[in-house]
Every structure is written in structure tokens, then in C-alpha cells.
């Protein structure tokens, strides 16, 4: 199994910033996704961003390009999102994904076997 851990979530203003941390422990794996979803009450879990464990094949939604970074750092075993210029709209909780399958893409919730307990992020107007 993996666990993942998350925190950083919390109430800000518009055009605050946060940054998220999901850190990862259990089974050992060669290669694997990590990524960053989010959900507000009625929607489904909507795609934010991924990255691979080697830091490279970085993706965004467009709704957050220019906005949010995903980063990870291995010997930590934790993967970052850093949050800049939040609107009322990004309001959600926000959840770490573990994927460890050959998808060619990692942006359906679907495609995550293990996930955080998630973190609320509220952004007020």
C-alpha cells in the first residue's frame, strides 16, 4: 500500500497564495504519477496537475497554467503544489493521487489507485 499525507490547506484571500504538501510512504516504487486534484461540493474531482518521480512530464489544467507549480522533491518522498494568485473558483478540497500504471496520460481521477485524505482550500472574495 501507499500512504499519502497532505497539508498546507487552509482560508486565504483573493490573490493569496498556499502551498500544498502530500508526502508518500509505503511500498516502494520504480516509477509513478503524482497529482493534484480538487473538489467542490456537487462537482467531481477535477484534474489540477501531475507530475512523474522523476520530475519531468509536468501537466496542468488550463484554469491553473501560469498560476500553480508542481514540484517534488525525492528524498523526501513528498510532492509540492504551490498556489499563486488563488480566485473564489479554486475553492476545494484538494487531493494527492498515487498512480503507478502505464497510462499515456494521468488526468482522470479513475487512473489513481491510492489517495489523501484531502485538504479544504477556501478562497474568500
Known amino acids: 500500500q501507499v500512504q499519502l499525507v497532505e497539508s498546507g490547506g487552509g482560508l486565504v484571500q483573493a490573490g493569496g497564495s498556499l502551498r500544498l504538501s502530500c508526502a508518500a510512504s509505503?511500498?516502494?516504487?520504480?516509477?509513478?504519477?503524482l497529482g493534484w486534484f480538487r473538489q467542490a461540493p456537487g462537482k467531481e474531482r477535477d484534474f489540477v496537475a501531475h507530475?512523474?518521480?522523476?520530475?519531468?512530464?509536468?501537466s496542468y489544467a488550463d484554469s491553473v497554467k501560469g498560476r500553480f507549480t508542481i514540484s517534488v522533491d525525492n528524498a523526501k518522498n513528498t510532492v509540492y503544489l504551490q498556489m499563486n494568485s488563488l480566485k473564489p473558483e479554486d475553492t476545494a478540497v484538494y487531493y494527492c493521487?498515487?498512480?503507478?500504471?502505464?497510462?499515456?496520460?494521468?488526468?482522470?481521477?479513475?487512473?489513481?489507485?491510492?489517495w489523501g485524505q484531502g485538504t479544504q482550500v477556501t478562497v474568500s472574495s
Open positions: 509505503g511500498r516502494s516504487y520504480s516509477n509513478y504519477v
Open positions: 493521487g498515487f498512480s503507478a500504471l502505464g497510462f499515456v496520460t494521468y488526468t482522470n481521477y479513475r487512473q489513481y489507485a491510492y
Open positions: 507530475i512523474k518521480r522523476s520530475g519531468s512530464g509536468t
